[in-house]
């Protein structure tokens, strides 16, 4: 079974709209972190945002938020009024060093596409 | 820019062949990592190094070998190449093992295998 799941591989939405990123985790691990990644067109991974599993509170960070639910075990991820800037594939990823998987596992991204 | 310093940006090579990626991390981390992303494969953690020593093991196929030298660089070896090892390679580094804190990733190496 998959660590981490993002079920949404593309999505594309007109600028300034709302859009919400999805992010499923699994794990048995009490102590574990979440975490967003963005991959813009010129290919890097930039970090967004960590989370570990003992802080559930949202954060938000100019138009950006993360929504983090322990009971449904998923960390969503949204843009308010969207930009073409925003344009790119976005991860999400889990560590759990517990168990020793400390390197990051993740999700197979999901390609946002904000259209002027 | 984070920091994390990846040599070459693009190769080509044939099958058969053998290339060597570099890594420099970020001053002062200790961690290195290697993944590879692929389009069928998405990011795949290969191997991580601290400070010298073999951390963890991922997906990395006997194929392929990697060390952390003592000024903390790292390389990744790939031998014998087939056309589905082409990928983009990306290192990364953190200060410590890696588990809490983020991973800085380097521009990743395009690695086109003909």
């Known amino acids: 079974a998959q660590k981490v799941t993002q079920a949404q591989t593309e999505i594309s939405v007109v600028e300034k709209e709302d859009v919400t990123l999805d992010c499923v985790y699994e794990t048995r691990d009490t102590t574990y972190y979440l975490f967003w990644y963005k991959q813009p067109p010129s290919g890097e991974l930039v970090f967004l945002i960590r989370r570990n599993s003992f802080d559930e509170q949202n954060e938000i960070s100019g138009r950006y938020s993360w929504n983090f639910q322990k009971s449904t075990s998923s960390f969503n991820f949204t843009i308010t009024a969207s930009q073409v800037v925003d344009s790119a594939v976005y991860f999400c990823?889990?560590?759990?060093?517990?168990?020793?998987?400390?390197?990051?596992?993740f999700g197979s991204g999901t390609r946002l596409q904000v259209q002027p | 820019d984070s920091g994390v310093t990846q040599t070459p940006k693009h190769l080509i090579t044939a099958t058969g062949q053998r290339v060597t990626l570099r890594c420099s991390p970020r001053s002062g981390d200790l961690s290195v990592y290697w993944y590879q992303q692929s389009l069928d494969q998405g990011l795949q953690f290969l191997i991580q190094y601290y400070n010298g020593e073999e951390r963890a093991k991922g997906n990395i196929l006997e194929r392929f070998s990697a060390q952390q030298f003592p000024d903390l660089h790292s390389e990744l070896n790939l031998s014998s190449l087939e056309l589905g090892d082409s990928a983009l390679y990306f290192c990364?580094?953190?200060?410590?093992?890696?588990?809490?804190?983020?991973?800085?990733f380097g521009e990743g190496s395009r690695l086109t295998v003909l």
């Open positions: 990823a889990l560590s759990e060093p517990d168990t020793g998987r400390r390197a990051l596992t």
């Open positions: 990364a580094s953190s200060v410590d093992t890696g588990s809490t804190g983020e991973l800085f």
